[in-house]
């Protein structure tokens, strides 16, 4: 980007300044009040009842629930991610921009209906409720449903961070790569795999984010039991209604601070692979 | 369609579509395919008229009114200071630029309940930015002895879902504005055009498919969003309730056939809106090259 310095393309150092004035108080008063107010809130009545909330047993099992639901639900939507990413950039069939747009699907529908679906498929009175009913299965309410609603919220984020990016890079070196002999798979693990890491990371990165403070999807299909079902955002939303806001805003800030993390190692990304991930940025 | 004629002409060498496409599909039409078509059948047992009537409901009709209103309003504001601050990290060069730019995202990053409990402190009437407007507040005053209530009201909708959308538009303006040749502006100014004109006339057309982009994509995540809104809107039901509250409370009656009806007229609005961003994106690429 060309430094631009040329008075005629450039305002008066007045309107500079209003703008640049405006757009900083406007940031500070919509991203920059929230944050500080998350951890203001969190630290609000001391220390020790921040790590006491943070220690309450409630609190180590929504802890644990999240880690785990993200521990499955990240890994499959990574493998889902290159599968759909190798078949669409690296061959040519009929239907590939429906498809496209298919895997897109779950950003546009409402948090509330991805949780919905499942519990018209798997609930009581739901189409497979009954069967599962009759052989003890239980998805809904339980662990699997919150995997599955996690699964479905957080499904195109790998694989649109890649598709851009492997279209981008083209077949040209996979096809040297196999014309010296190399089967399928050692020219993914060799050559395509190492052309696309940091874009790779990049998306499991969003999709574990994403996975970890999905809300609406999850308080669908949970049941919010205490202690079993109840992930990190959803126990923020029992805490906080029972008006024990202090331990709501302490577990709310350990979220904020995973936010925060996410953020630092994105633009650190972004700075320093930046190239690379051009083609998925634009 | 040069494409699919070359991939023609060139017998397929890169192995292994049939796997990785079986599996996307079995994937894809697994987790998301089958249970939206599960909604769609239970949606499809009322028929058209059922659906209609649910639609127009006094309550739910309420609660997507709402639910579009205050998106519209939320996702106009980010168009405007969207574009205000994808100009200013694009244009201006100022200490603290990149982390400005990181912060941008934060409203992707931060979970949605997180956002909600906290907009919901912040803007209550003993909250930092509520007290402000309370009746005895300074900025209060201005709105009479009562002050501006905006917690608990379709006010705190917005003003959860600007805080949602707000990468959206700055996110899809930034590219255009960084590769937008200045010589197009050289040429307006030394044919005499004013800053202001030369923004208007020859900037803005530019960025304009970009701009509308963004404010439809806040505007698709301001509909369907839930986790940000509930705890600042007050959900009073006609007053302050959004449509994806009002199917979680269908579900929680056990009415699943009034829950369907409800996702499915959202959805129905997702889809065209997902429509026109795809027609969109298509048409800036087309001007691009």
Known sequence: MAQRSNAATTEGAATRFGLSAAAFVYLAAVLLLPLAAVFHEATRKGLGAFFEAIGDADTMAAVRLTVTVALIAVPLNLVFGLAAAWAVTK??????SLLITLIDLPFSVSPVISGLVYVLLFGAQGLLGPWLAAHGVKI???VPGIVLATIFVTLPFIARELIPLMRAQGTAEEEAALSLGASGWQTFRHVTLPNVRWGLLYGVLLCNARAMGEFGAVSVVSGHIRGLTNTMPLHVEILYNEYNFAAAFAVASLLALLALVTLAVKSLLEWHHGDELAGARH | MLMAIGGRRHPRVIPGFGV????????????????????????????PGG???????????AALRLSFGASLAAAAINAVFGLLL?????????????LVDALIDLPFALPTAVAGITLATLYAGNGWVGGLFAGDGWLGALFGPDGLKIAYTPLGVVVALVFVGLPFVVRTVQPVLADFDAESEEAAASLGASRFATFRRVV??????????????ALARAVGEYGSVIFIAGNIPMVSEIAPLLI????EEYNYAGASAVATVMLAVAFVLLFAINLLQRLDRAQAS
């Open chain 2, 20 to 47: 990785t496409i079986g599996f996307t599909l079995a994937y894809l039409g697994l987790i998301v395919l089958v249970p939206l078509g599960a909604l769609v059948a239970k949606a499809a047992e009322l028929g």
């Open chain 1, 140 to 142: 809904l309410f339980a």
């Open chain 2, 248 to 251: 979680v409370t269908r579900l």
């Open chain 1, 91 to 96: 061959h040519e069939f009929p239907g590939k």
């Open chain 2, 86 to 98: 994808a100009w200013v990290l694009v244009r201006y060069r100022f200490p603290g630029r990149r």
């Open chain 2, 51 to 61: 659906i209609w009537a649910v639609a127009t409901d006094a309550r739910v009709f």
């Open chain 2, 204 to 217: 803005l057309p530019a960025i304009l498919p970009a701009l509308t982009t963004g404010f439809a994509m």
